[in-house]
T-cell receptor, first 114, second 112 residues
């Protein structure tokens, strides 16, 4: 069973507009969430994270929102730039449960058009 | 460059052969992780070390797979008697404590 789901395989937006990437999870033990960006033939690059004690975290153009009751998080990129075109992975871990492994979604391919 | 490094970047082998991959984590990181990624999927956890102790292993890590981190620094992942289903990108990551994990560039394995 897939504990972290990214239901949109792809997303296309215009440069300068907002990109919103969504992620749902099923395991209520997850308490730490991360977003990674991946270019072809490279490893994932860490973007931003959020602990379950928060509902929002910002870092420059990137903001992550967490809705624990809905078991949903989203990544907002404003404004989107062509260099943001990549595959974005949502990941989660259950740190209080003693497990440090990250459980990843299947990814969403973002294309930002000039 | 002080990031996570992996060697080799690519490995092509014949079915039945043994292969070994190396990962050098960020120097001050005490935790080291191995993941595997296949086409169209996100990375899947294999195992992780805190210093030299292997603390968790996935069911994906069959008895043909073994990982070591002998001195709490670099780590090796060995696959014995490779099968075509082992073809994947093998990713290494490191972290300090319960913080974000930083990934290396990966080793792409192709089993013919």
């Amino acid at each position: 069973d897939q504990q972290v789901k990214q239901n949109s395989p792809s997303l296309s937006v215009q440069e300068g507009r907002i990109s919103i990437l969504n992620c749902d999870y099923t395991n209520s033990m997850f308490d730490y969430f991360l977003w990674y960006k991946k270019y072809p033939a490279e490893g994932p690059t860490f973007l931003i994270s959020i602990s379950s004690i928060k509902d929002k975290n910002e870092d420059g153009r990137f903001t992550v929102f967490l809705n624990k009751s809905a078991k949903h998080l989203s990544l907002h990129i404003v404004p989107s730039q062509p260099g943001d075109s990549a595959v974005y992975f949502c990941a989660a871990s259950a740190t209080q449960g003693g497990s440090e492994k990250l459980v990843f979604g299947k990814g969403t391919k973002l294309t930002v058009n000039p | 460059d002080t990031g996570v490094s992996q060697d080799p970047r690519h490995k092509i082998t014949k079915r039945g052969q043994n292969v070994t991959f190396r990962c050098d984590p960020i120097s001050e990181h005490n935790r080291l992780y191995w993941y595997r990624q296949t086409l169209g999927q996100g990375p899947e956890f294999l195992t992780y070390f805190q210093n030299e102790a292997q603390l968790e292993k996935s069911r994906l890590l069959s008895d043909r797979f073994s990982a070591e981190r002998p001195k709490g620094s670099f780590s090796t992942l060995e696959i014995q008697r490779t099968e075509q289903g082992d073809s994947a990108m093998y990713l290494c990551a490191s972290s300090f404590g319960f913080n974000e994990q930083f990934f290396g560039p990966g080793t792409r394995l192709t089993v013919l």
